[in-house]
């Protein structure tokens, strides 16, 4: 067994401090913007590892660098993850401590990670989380939205048809209570993905974007999404690093967008009673005061499904 208290234990005990550290894969959680908010924890395993696997090096060094450890590093990062992750585990069955970090939060979440765990543990390897910030977590707990029942869903896909039909599956989801969806996402992207957010779920969906987390100029911003929206189209610039929320709960989706048949089921109904593809589109669209390249591409999406 390894990790938390045994029954009967104080949970905040600190029972490995003063103890060497035992060998196994120890997955580090670092900061994602303020460097307060590594642990105590982690500042002891990452000194008192063997070896320190890095999504990028140099960034790393600088936390290092900051908090006076020397540790020696080396990559460890998507483009070698399988090939390193061999050599890491073939030093973890030698007894090594070998501790995870990505450039911010916790491995494993939409980094590095998880996938040498899962190798270390199928080879009997002990593996320790240590805890710490995460961009996803952080935002849910103060984005006002319910925190309940959540989904993680990483990075929104980057093509806009893609993204709708991501969004299209969410709002299809049937569910009775309140969930909350959360997206990392760029500042190249959040147009476009909240365009898409209103496109599918309509424009008073309740969305909140996280910025800049734990850093100066963290900021919130919470409302519907056609009102986010106009924020951020009115902005000079976007920039930061930003978590993007929306709120599952099925009484804040649109009514007119949920209720509403899709596009493609109109189109259909129409080329049923003899109206040609070009003519069904191009009444649709009208119908629902979209664009005909809007409703085209819609439709083609619809038809490779
Ligand atoms: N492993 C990290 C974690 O535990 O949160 C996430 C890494 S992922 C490659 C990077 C994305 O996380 C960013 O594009 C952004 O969406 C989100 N993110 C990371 N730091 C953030 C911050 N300080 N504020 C808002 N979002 C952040």
Request: hydrophobic share 40%; proline share 6%; with cysteine.
């Amino acid at each position: 067994m390894t990790g938390g208290p045994t029954p009967g234990e104080a949970p905040f005990e600190n029972q490995h401090a003063e103890k060497p550290l035992a060998p196994g894969l120890y997955l580090v959680a670092t900061p994602i913007g303020n460097l307060e908010d590594i642990t105590l924890r982690a500042l002891r395993v990452l000194r008192s590892a063997d070896r320190i696997a890095c999504e990028d090096t140099r960034q790393t060094a600088k936390l290092l660098g900051h908090f006076g450890i020397r540790t020696p590093t080396v990559s460890y990062h998507a483009h070698n993850e399988t090939s390193r992750a061999t050599v890491l585990i073939e030093a973890l069955k030698s007894g090594a401590r070998i501790a995870i970090v990505s450039d911010a939060g916790m491995p494993g979440i939409a980094d590095p990670g998880a996938a040498i765990a899962a190798e270390a543990i199928a080879a009997g390897i002990a593996v320790y989380p240590i805890p710490g910030a995460n961009a996803a977590l952080s935002a849910l707990i103060a984005s006002g939205l319910p925190a309940d029942r959540f989904t993680f869903h990483g990075f929104l896909p980057s093509k806009e048809g893609q993204r709708r039909t991501v969004l299209e599956a969410l709002r299809n989801e049937a569910t009775t209570t309140p969930i909350t969806h959360i997206f990392y996402e760029t500042p190249h992207r959040i147009l476009g993905a909240l365009e898409d957010i209103i496109a599918t779920f309509g424009p008073t969906q309740r969305v909140v974007i996280a910025r800049e987390l734990t850093k100066l100029h963290e900021e919130f911003s919470r409302g519907t999404a056609a009102e986010l929206l106009a924020d951020y189209t009115k902005r000079p610039s976007i920039r930061g690093e930003m978590v993007l929320l929306l709120d599952g709960t099925p009484c804040t989706a649109s009514a007119e967008n949920t209720s509403a048949p899709n596009l493609a089921a109109e189109v259909q109904a129409l080329m049923v009673s003899g109206v040609t593809e070009k003519d069904a589109l191009k009444q649709v669209a009208k119908d629902r005061g979209i664009g005909k390249s809007e409703a085209y591409r819609e439709w083609q999406r619809t038809k490779k499904r």
